[in-house]
């Protein structure tokens, strides 16, 4: 395989698009999940308490060193520097003796049309922004700590947040859920109703 950086622009989509779906309390719990996760994951003999609280002061500590940099999109850059960082060690384990590979002076910024993409439930936005998720994982995952890292599982609360955004976007929001069925033949052919 080979492998390349990522553009600044995608970091910025997908952390932007974290942002817009986590604008809440529950934004810095989100990612501290995520970090929770990559604490039981690498350290199985740590109780979930003790996991919870060593994710707890990542969390506030890391927050703690980008609020002053960035006091409205904390949780944003903190999303961006994660899977930056996963990429590079993609490509650091791809390529060792070849820094220029990664080396970067890529930096967060709110992404405008992401967040027009959201508001108007735009589907082909949407589907551009599942399609870079895509991109990224892939460029990603080749060095052997990807799967338990924090942005393998923010990459996955994105692309579950991304999966239901498209399945509204399209007014299935109940409906055909897991109770679709075959659509039936008619005397005119198939009957294509779908919900």
């Not at 990542?58 to 002053?68: A, F, G, M, R, S």
Request: hydrophobic fraction near 35%.
């Amino acid at each position: 395989m080979s492998a390349f950086l990522a553009t600044n622009d995608v970091f910025n989509a997908l952390a932007t698009y974290y942002h817009l779906k986590n604008i809440s309390p529950h934004n810095r719990s989100s990612y501290e999940l995520a970090i929770y996760e990559h604490i039981t994951s690498n350290h199985p003999h740590m109780t979930e308490e003790q996991a919870g609280d060593t994710a707890h002061n990542i969390v506030n500590l890391d927050y703690e060193l980008t609020y002053e940099s960035n006091k409205t999109h904390t949780i944003a850059v903190l999303v961006f520097d994660q899977l930056l960082k996963e990429n590079k060690n993609s490509l650091k384990a791809l390529y060792p003796n070849h820094p220029d590979m990664w080396a970067n002076n890529y930096k967060f910024e709110e992404c405008a049309v992401v967040v027009e993409w959201v508001l108007t439930r735009n589907i082909k936005g949407l589907a551009s922004l599942a399609s870079m998720l895509k991109g990224l994982i892939y460029q990603s995952c080749e060095h052997k700590g990807f799967k338990t890292s924090p942005a393998f599982y923010l990459l996955n609360e994105i692309k579950e947040s991304l999966l239901s955004d498209i399945i509204k976007a399209q007014g299935f929001d109940r409906q055909p859920w897991a109770s679709w069925e075959q659509p039936k033949k008619t005397h005119y052919g198939i009957n294509l109703k779908t919900h």
